[in-house]
């Protein structure tokens, strides 16, 4: 599942689990991490930020593809029905991140893949080691079409064509040192505790700037107006000024 703590200014949503746990996004795991959102958003003040990390190999291997067959009864429709439900699920934790109102950082420790990468995406800044782990959009080489929030993600974040046809179109497992190339990601570093220091360091020197939230996550929506109207958000009128 997940676990939420404050160290500071600094919220560590974490994915928990042992080494082998992939962090596979099923309902329950959906709804957890949903819940620490909502506790982060209701805490949050001047200078909140928050940074996601994950235990284990894996920061998210996707969809739980194995518990929507299980879950079927063996009905290959019904697997299909439930996979799409975990979709329009997932939809909503996308929409929470892009609408919270403090920065947020993905430090990527193990392998991002399909839904997983997209979570990692969702914040503001992704962070990476370069020694292990890989970004991979799966569902080209599975036969399986992408959401429209996630195309309207990638079209939004990833600035160059060729890395969005690379990842899309090609099923590309992109490492850390190639995907700062690419876009995909901020920075890449030499270990997991590399990655997770360089996360903190950058929340520490975001926090000191003490923003104010609402104006914070009416920039961020206003950035992305394609992937905002997918979502189903709104932005608003909001005039905010230090004189």
């Known amino acids: 599942m997940c676990t939420l703590e404050k160290r500071g200014k600094i919220f560590f949503l974490t994915l928990t689990g042992d080494g082998a746990d992939e962090h596979r996004l099923h309902p329950t795991l959906i709804a957890s991490i949903r819940s620490a959102l909502s506790e982060v958003k209701s805490q949050s003040t001047r200078g909140t930020v928050l940074i996601t990390v994950a ?22 429709s019904e697997a299909v029905n439930l996979l799409r439900h975990m979709v329009r699920l997932f939809k909503d934790v ?29 914040h503001d ?16 080489d599975m036969g399986m079409t992408l959401p429209d929030y ?16 690379d990842v899309l179109l090609r099923g590309v497992k992109v490492k850390g040192d190639e995907a700062v190339v690419k ?6 570093h030499d270990s997991g505790e590399k990655v997770v220091e360089a996360a903190v360091r950058l ?35 909001l005039v905010k000024a230090r004189i």
Not at 125 to 140: F, W
């Open 203 to 237: 929340g520490e020197e975001l926090s000191k700037r003490k923003w104010d939230g609402e104006v914070y996550a009416e920039i961020r929506k206003a950035l992305y107006p394609e992937l905002i109207g997918v979502l189903g958000l709104t932005t608003k009128p």
């Open 94 to 122: 996308v929409a929470d991140l892009i609408s919270l109102p403090l920065p947020t950082i993905a430090s990527v420790t193990g392998h991002a893949a399909a839904a997983g990468l997209l979570l990692a995406m969702s």
């Open 125 to 140: 800044y992704v962070m990476m080691r370069r020694d292990r782990g890989v970004l991979y959009m799966s569902e080209v």
């Open 150 to 165: 996630f195309t309207a993600m990638i079209r939004s974040k990833v600035a160059k064509p060729d890395a969005r046809r």
């Open 55 to 76: 235990e284990g190999k894996f920061f998210s291997n996707g969809f739980d593809l194995a518990w929507a067959k299980s879950a079927s009864g063996g009905s290959p």
């Open 183 to 188: 876009g995909l990601i901020d920075s890449a």
